[in-house]
């Protein structure tokens, strides 16, 4: 078994250190947040008072980070210098390909080996171990990183070189966003002609209408019980996490110069709706922002 040092241990990353600990691995962890911390002490994981202390003789580093810019701050030249040399750095941090690249130059600049792991699934996805990695990098780290890997998720792609498992999570959460905000106009032009929701959304499941947001996450409350829209649009992914990543799309399309018209149309609804004081709360709440009276 490895030790593994956990940076970010919020609503995804506590939830995946709780996994390794349960695989057996010694993981210690830190967070800037005092209750993440001792959620990890009470799942039998250690903490530490800084990224660095938590570094310290560690096999494997994964950090879970908001953005590009914390993962470079933390993986700066001091910080990789300290690690011990083939430490196996996973950043599953949801970031632009640009500085995903240039923190793995980095790291393989100083003898560590690194891979971009972002992922998929949700915090019931992080909590059950079920979660999607998409992997880019070299193909030996990806094989290295890939049973530490299993203990998190239960799906894992290799994408390709550095940067490409980044590029791969936002074009999938650019078409979430996208059918996402189709399912929910559908349901809610049906439901303004009387049409019952639940009956509406079994009608377009098995018609050619079916989609993943129509399955397992419906927009429209009592419909799915478990489903964020029935719990007033708690927990789940976040409208400012979904804009976050709908920029990301916008800025890889300018970058290659790719016409991603529908994926601009949803980052401007989403920012609208975060703009409006919507920006924690579950992304399938655009409905709402939808069923203004025009």
Not at 266 to 281: H, V
Request: hydrophobic share 40%; proline share 3%.
């Amino acid at each position: 078994m490895s030790k593994i040092a956990f940076i970010g241990l919020g609503n995804m990353g506590g939830p995946m250190a709780a996994n390794l600990v349960k695989k057996g691995h010694t993981v210690v962890g830190f967070d800037l947040s005092d209750s993440a911390l001792k959620a990890l002490a009470s799942a039998g994981g250690q903490t530490a008072n800084s990224a660095l202390e938590a570094t310290k003789e560690a096999d494997v580093v994964i950090s879970m980070l908001p953005s590009g810019k914390h993962v470079a701050e933390l993986y700066s030249e001091e910080f990789i210098s300290q690690l011990k040399s083939n430490t196996l750095i996973i950043d599953s941090s949801t970031i632009d390909a640009v500085t995903a690249r240039s923190v793995a130059e980095l790291a393989c600049s100083k003898g560590c080996k690194m891979i971009d792991a972002p992922v998929s699934g949700g915090t019931n996805g992080a909590k059950a171990g079920t979660l999607t990695f998409i992997v880019g990098g070299k193909q030996e780290d990806y094989e290295k990183a890939r049973p530490i890997l299993k203990c998190m998720g239960q799906n894992i792609f290799y994408a390709g070189n550095s940067g490409a498992g980044q590029v791969a999570k936002i074009c999938n959460n650019m078409l979430l966003a996208i059918h996402m905000i189709g399912t929910s106009e559908a349901i809610n032009l049906g439901t303004r002609h009387g049409l019952d929701a639940k009956v509406l959304s079994e009608i377009m499941q098995k018609s050619s209408g079916k989609n993943w947001s129509l399955e397992v996450y419906n927009p429209y409350p009592g419909v799915m019980e478990n489903a964020p829209a029935s719990k007033e649009y708690s927990g789940g992914f976040a409208v400012d996490l979904m804009t976050k990543d709908l920029g990301l799309a916008a800025e890889a399309g300018l970058e290659s110069k790719t016409s991603t018209p529908l994926g601009n149309a949803a980052l401007n609804l989403y920012r609208m709706w975060s703009e409006a004081g919507n920006g924690k709360i579950d992304f399938s709440s655009i409905i709402q922002f939808l069923n203004k009276e025009l």
